[in-house]
């Protein structure tokens, strides 16, 4: 669902979902096969629960949303998240824990 990960830099990552998801409604993009994506998803909750992560933390992307975000951009045709982006999310990342009264 476009917008459900949550500690991400929310409107690029809604703006490449939505990106993606214009280009396989439009037919300028596919699918993958079904069996292919279920193999990814039981992938993915495998990582999940190697980790340590419970299921309920599924969309909590938080250091991850980058390589989805790439993910996004390189399927849909549109450029990577510029690393002054990246940068931002870590800093914020580390202002928050050092002032939570005043980080933003």
Partial sequence: FVGLP???????LFELQSKWIAGILSGRASLPSKENMMEEVELFYSKLKATGIPKHYTHRLGEQQFEYDDWLAAESGSP??????????????????IRPETYR
């Fill in 6 to 12: 949550f500690r991400v830099v929310p409107f690029t």
């Fill in 80 to 97: 990577p998240v510029e690393e002054w982006r990246k940068k931002m999310y870590f800093a914020t990342g580390a202002n928050r824990k």
